[in-house]
């Protein structure tokens, strides 16, 4: 999953510079052309979609240290290969181990009955038998904020916040935060657990969302889950006739060492500049009720893509485009953090990048945080894009996606490409997430972007402002 | 659920008779009129709403044996008696006892990953350690039925119908199929296991629909469960590689004894002719996964809201309206089948009758079975049901629902009020049966039609044309 913005930078920091002058940075007209014609035959293409149903099917969940991780790998080094990128390699990425084994939970009075839920991620296990107790409910974050801690203190707390369907997908922000910092603040507050309505819009579905928690190894830390909304429904509907409700849970899952994975990286290697890259991909590990299709195979699956238009052209980009296939985004950012460290010091080099991760719906924005110099670059490639319906917003910053965003932290100059994500919030982190969920024309949409954008990116005359630390009035900090 | 009828008879037999005569049955004014407040007063009536939400909160899922078989039973006593009616009973009903313990399955090779699927009723358990086979794919009942046993011997049998929309539902005819007697098939054949895609509508939600097989106690019978239509396309997907394809199922489950649960019946005691009735209701067992709330709270609802509004009339109606909540429709229709060889001997008595099994749908058609003395009656109950957007058509037979089908198969004279299906395939006999799918003002509109109808029938001047073995020529057989 991607993480939303929280802020928005002034628009005035941001503006094009006006007029083009002899040190922008530019596209030249044939390549240009190129791009055009990669974005046409890219609509038409069916790699994105066929590299998908590979993954999703030979490969399916993925969930970051487990025996599948490894399966991930190996498909990916092998995807790699036969699609004929120049260059495929590994680098390691160590991270703790997070391993879920059981989940269930259930009222067990006043009205007896199973729940529909699912433990998150870095939560501990139930002590054996089960935890049941009390629940104690509030409506909001603040709320439990708010709240007495006597009030709490051996009960199990219950946050029910409801995320509506948004374009942009902006509800997660909220939900992402009840999830991520709720269980340590009820911890903190003597909590004996935790429960959310999940993060996630389908409302009438009974489908649990899982995501990671605030928790890390040695932390105080209480059993969490996520309720399907249509549970959390019913917890309220319980909760609402004014007696106690007592909940059982019986989490089997927690830390369990450490474990060495790596990012999967292929490249098509630029001809006349082979060490400065243009950098796209997605996450390769998935949460494990689901295939991982929209998050994040979708990602994978248009980088691929775009990189092998570019490989079929007639002769290599000026510059190298580098596919990130990352691990263990899921848990923690862990393979984009291990990447931005160890490639922090050659942050100049990486000309402009992003991830793919909000799903696969079209693109329908582009923002982009770039030197001023680069703004008519950024506009040369706008007009490209204009055709696929991708409205270029010059008043806000690029982040460069969930894992990228790592390496804009360092210095990157990084692009946004907003994804419709009125849909993706409906089954994100569930076992919902499947290859069924994806429109293989919408796929190809953004695969048509990715390859135009990124071909442009490896003939420009000029770079687009990566340096050290150079993005931080972006709001672009470690 | 509703068995949907397989055959529909010659028009012919069933058309009105063409004239009112003095020997036709029909409806007084004052309770036309009557019937009519009672309707538009059902429409603004929360009854049947606060009903259905008591029942699917605080009793939940009621699996017929299970302990919340008991619980359903408690709580409809005392719903009907809190309600106000007359006279309050229960009649034993004996079943076998099917109990679901555990389910688990997963593609074992060559893509290894976990299922969402759902053991059906009757349903075996595998051995310890569960049963791991190749899987051999049908299409079709038709393909599976003409398939070589040599190619079935041992292996596990997927067959991979799929149901579309309608608002009829009649493509679970063939879904039911699929599961009820597909397992007899394959176990017929030497198949080890079997898999079906389920019977439902929802084709992107990782749900499992269950519901009752053809086996029964003492019958060679191999494990049998429902794959989501997600996984069925993901076991589709995996065949098409043209590799074996293996299978781990592992299912705790099983027949365990007899149980004796009951029907339980509420009346609205009769002024003139307490002994004769009209017979509404529903069915109280639901499926475990869900709260039964539209399979079949909905029914129960409906016919209890249906007669309470009559009970609030200024007197009592001239003869009594029985609601039955049936015990186990779900495994075999015990409750129904008991009920009617209880009552046979008085089926003359019961005037006319129908319950209410096919969610909360809007009721947009009637038809019945009933004497053609009695069509004018019914002409007259069309009208008063006209508003509501109900049809009338006289050339379809009625058939009583699928608990009081078993009346109408003694010689009940019995009604058929179509509901519109177009969604209820997405959600029954899974965990999605809740109570978040029911509109009120749908469910309403059921009561509406119910309150009009069960009124004009205890007032009319004249009887329906029950008698023993009175429908025969329209297909009501035992």
Redesign the interface.
Known sequence: MRRLPLTLLAASLLLAAGTASAADTAIPATAVKTAEQLRDRALADGTAYAVL?SLT?????RLAGSE?DQRARDWAVAKFKALGFDKVYVEPVTYPKWVRRHESGA?VA?????F?LTALGYSPGTPAGGLTAQVVGFDSLAALKAADPAAIQGKIVYVGFRMQRHQDGHDYGMGSMVRVAGPVIAAAKGAAGYLLRSAGTD?????AHTGVTGFKPGDKAIPAAALS??DA??LE??LAYGKPVTVKLDLDCGFDGDYTGANVIGEITGRKHPDQVVAIGGHLDSWDP??GAIDDGAGIAISMAAAKLIHDLPQRPDRTIRVIAFANEEMGLWGARAYADKHAKEVSKFMLGTDSDLGAGKVYRMSASVAPYARPAMAQIADVLKPLGVAYDASRPGGGGSDLGAMHAKGMAALTLNQDATHYFDWHH???D????VDPKELAQNVAVYAAWTYMTAQADGDFGSAPGAFKSDGAEE
């Open positions: 149903k099917t030979e490969v399916g969940p599948a009222i006043p009205f007896p009955q199973p529909v409302a009438h579905q009974r489908i909304n249509p429904d019913q509907r319980a689901g295939t569930t076992p919902n499947t290859l069924d969920k």
